[in-house]
């Protein structure tokens, strides 16, 4: 029955499996760029960057507008049909058109399209340096998950051991070989044990958790990682020296090309503040026109006479003529449009004497953003080089743990053979042949420990050595 039982567990345990995603370190890091909200934000910046760059290409394009307006004037005016002054209620449309160009503006539209274009990639290389260091932090978030997952399954070695020692040790006693105190430090050791296998089951739980989070990920239950193998890697980076690194890095990291394409786009803006001092020169045109909806007299082609006065002497009447008009409606739409429209063009100069130094003022403050840039530029530099000492530093001393650790517990593997020997013969009491044993699983949880820490320590100095991590 009990083998059924287990039977039936073990396929419901391969089926959960089966169904559950393994994620590989590579996937992880890709799932991680790919849903990160601080490179959602980057990647905004990269948007708006382009879209700076449409503004500053748009300057050198001419600039076309069109207005119009429709006006109903009401008021004391002459009624042409009986002369009278009446309140009366006109109507007329104008519409407008001009276009304009900038010839000359100090090349501020010039150095504005440059400022975007060096705005863009530095934008590019911040978004690059932000995936290096969610790499990393993934990269170090995984490798404690697989550091936590080893040190879980070193504990359950270690206790499947103690429990064949107690067996054993119960025979011992049973065939005269041991005493029935010798039991009691093993069934503590034992207790010991589970507890720490307990321990070791949480913290790989919780990393694993933690690391489900950086992801974003909230199936907690269902996440799980890949089972790669992750030998010690060879690498020959301890023989460069860690001046030579720092200069590689120098070549090659995103922030640091981030700090330089900053530099250049605050000099640009100093270049752009400065155009403001210089004259400028626009060519434009303009065209308008008229309608009015008003009635308007006519002229009938006949001729009216009319008395102006008397010849003297003679009393003949002395006339003038003039053309007859008639009221008519207003002339049609169109034909209004081409006989009442006007053009003007021409050049602008416009030349700044005097703006209340905020022109000036504005150029000292980009100056100051100048410096204030390369000083964090200096300082973002001496922090790399400190950052690729300590790493240098960090990875030597994880190789010499990790050899000492490989040492210590091939010495201690070989004593806790011989005092499991000596302690099955009867030659040595349990307390001593604890102490040997946990000697051992202290050794052999230093080994994954150093093996993990190297190996992430050993990525990031060769991260900043250009290799890919």
Known sequence: MKTVASLLLSLTTLVLTAQTKAYTLEECV?????????????????????IDKEDAIGSFLPRVNAQSQHIWNNGLSQNITNGLIENLTTQFSSFGGNIGVTLFNGKQNINQLSRANLNLIARQYQLDDMKDDISLFVANAYLQVMFNRELAQVQRFQLEITKEDLERT???????????????????????????????ENNYRLSLISLAQLLLITDYENFQIADEDFEIPFSDILSQKPKEIYEKSLTIRNDIKLGVANIEVAKKDIEIAKGALMPSLTAFYN??????????????????????????????????????????????????????????????????????????????????????IEYQFEQTKLDLENTVNQAYLNTQGAVKFFEAAEKTLKARQEAFQIAQNRFEAGVMNSFDFIQAKQRYQISASDIVRAKFDYIFKLKVLEFYFGLKL
């Open 30 to 50: 890709l799932m991680a760029l790919d849903k990160n909200i601080s490179i959602k934000q980057s990647e905004l910046d990269i948007e708006n960057a382009e």
């Open 170 to 200: 119960k025979l011992r006693i049973q065939a005269g070989v041991l005493t029935q105190a010798d039991i009691f430090d093993i069934e503590a050791n034992l207790a010991s044990q589970e507890q720490a296998l307990v321990q070791a």
């Open 287 to 372: 065209y308008n026109t008229r309608i009015s909806y008003s009635d308007r007299f006519v002229e009938t082609g006949n001729l009216i006479e009319t008395p102006i006065g008397f010849v003297k002497g003679t009393g003949e009447s002395v006339v003038t003529q003039f053309s007859e008009r008639a009221i008519a409606e207003p002339l049609s739409f169109g034909t209004q449009f081409g006989q009442n429209d006007g053009q003007s063009y021409g050049v602008s100069l416009n030349i700044p004497i005097f703006n209340g130094s905020s022109v000036r003022n504005n150029i000292k403050r980009r100056k100051l953003n100048l410096k204030r």
